[in-house]
Every structure is written in structure tokens, then in C-alpha cells.
């Protein structure tokens, strides 16, 4: 999909979150080209004024280090998450470094700092996040499977790179989580393999995404995919196999 891209000035990039263990969360830009197809922050849309169909335009806010900056300096303490409604390492920031920027700034201040991203553009920026006294860094693994990734998230990077950058978030000594959100056709025992040994804490998400993905499930003929007996015997799967390697939530 062609990607329409937009340099916009922020008024503000540190905002109050609803998400559980947050305070903060920071968007460096607003839409989000991985395209996945269940994705939640097409509201954004909305309050943005974009028609464009989701994952086909990114603005980016080329002045959300400066202005992040100054927030920071009046904020009272408390966790941040990059991102809540884009992801940050979308392909954009290899370019733009609007993210890295931002964590620059982060090193600065003593806020305790969550990353979560599908893309391995994040270890172009291991020095940064060693340098933030408390920094968690999370790599979302939806499947085990290269064919669900492709039907559910055609723009984001593929299942092999991300297992690859949480193995080398992990080694780096960074505190590192993986994030099975929604949970995807997969091979749980495959995935749980793969990813488990590199993660220090899971979180599992079956997210009530299924009415924007429906006609897909029944387009490539995997409907018992929607069943919710049958997927949470596959969380339960999850949950036996990964629970036992850290700290193990689902939501
Ligand atoms: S990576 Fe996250 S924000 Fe981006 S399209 Fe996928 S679900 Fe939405």
C-alpha cells in the first residue's frame, strides 16, 4: 500500500492514559502503516481528520521531542508507554527518528519507560534504552505463522524478525516482554518455543477484535479461529507453557 506521509507539529505528545500500569503514553505519530487489519486505533481517524483508509497515511510529529521535552519538566512521575495508538517503529522512523529522539529525552528524566513495538527498527536504538534507568522493552508476537501474519497484519514486519529482535533486546540486558495480542491463528506450542526463552514477563490479550476481521476468518476458511471455547483452550495452552518462564498475565 502506498504510504502517505505528513510532517505536523504536536501541541503536546505526553498524554494521560487508560492503559492498565500507565500513566503516560506518548504517540510520536498519528496512524500506522503495519495496516493490521483488527487494529484498534482506527478512532484516530476521526480526531485527525483522515478519510484515507487506515495504514495508508502516517503524519509525523516532527516536533514531539521538543515539546515532550517540555512537558516532562512539569509532569509528576509516572509510567510511559511508546506507543498507544501507532506503533513507533514503523518504518517512517528509520527516516524521521522522531522515536529515538523522544527517548533520548526519556534519559533525561527518571519516568519508567515501556516500549512496545513489531518492528526490529528497535535495535537500532539498544544504546538509548540502556541509558533510561527503567526501561522495559516489548515486542508484540501475535502467531507462530508467516500466513496469519500476512492476512492480519500486511504492513507490519514478519514473525521471524520479531522473535529475532526480542532475542536481542534480551541479550542486550534489557528487560524485555512479549506482548500475544490479539491472539492470532497460530501453533501456541511453536510460538511459546520460539519466544519464551527471550522474554522475562508475557502478556496475553485475546482482545474483542473479531467483528473487524470476520469476513477474513471466513475468506481463508479458519472460522473455528472464533470460537471462544476453542481459543481459550489455546490461551490456556499459552498461559501452561509460557507461565512458568516469568511473570504471565492475560487480560
Ligand atoms: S502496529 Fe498497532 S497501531 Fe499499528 S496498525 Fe498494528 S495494531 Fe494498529
Not at 483452550?233 to 509460557?242: H, P
Request: hydrophobic content about 40%.
Amino acid at each position: 500500500m502506498k504510504i502517505r506521509i505528513r510532517e505536523i507539529r504536536a501541541k503536546g505528545v505526553l498524554s494521560k492514559t487508560g492503559i492498565p500500569g500507565m500513566r503516560y503514553c506518548i504517540n510520536p505519530y498519528v496512524g500506522c502503516a503495519h495496516a493490521c487489519r483488527y487494529c484498534y486505533a482506527t478512532f484516530m481517524k476521526r480526531f485527525t481528520g483522515h478519510a484515507e483508509p487506515w495504514g495508508s497515511f502516517t503524519d509525523v510529529r516532527v516536533n514531539a521531542p521538543e515539546v515532550l521535552r517540555r512537558q516532562l519538566r512539569r509532569a509528576e512521575k509516572g509510567s510511559i508507554i511508546v506507543s498507544s495508538v501507532t506503533d513507533p517503529y514503523q518504518p517512517v522512523e528509520a527516516h524521521y527518528r522522531i522515536t529515538r529522539k523522544c527517548l533520548e529525552v526519556l534519559a533525561l528524566y527518571d519516568f519508567p519507560v515501556d516500549i512496545l513495538t513489531k518492528s526490529p527498527l528497535i535495535l537500532r536504538d539498544i544504546d538509548i534504552i540502556l541509558k533510561i534507568k527503567d526501561a522495559e522493552a516489548g515486542i508484540t508476537i501475535t502467531t507462530d505463522d508467516e500466513k496469519a501474519r500476512k492476512i492480519f497484519e500486511p504492513g507490519a514486519p514478519p514473525v521471524p524478525a520479531r522473535i529475532e529482535a526480542l532475542r536481542r533486546l534480551h541479550e542486550a540486558g534489557i528487560r524485555t516482554y512479549v506482548f500475544i495480542g490479539p491472539v492470532l491463528p497460530m501453533n501456541p506450542r511453536v510460538l511459546a518455543e520460539q519466544a519464551g526463552p527471550y522474554a522475562d514477563s508475557v502478556i496475553i490479550d485475546r482482545m474483542n477484535y473479531t467483528e473487524r476481521t470476520r469476513r477474513l476468518y471466513r475468506q481463508y476458511k479458519i472460522e473455528k479461529w472464533l470460537d471462544e471455547e476453542f481459543i481459550g483452550g489455546v490461551v490456556s495452552e499459552l498461559t501452561d507453557r509460557l507461565g512458568g518462564k516469568g511473570h504471565c498475565v492475560v487480560l
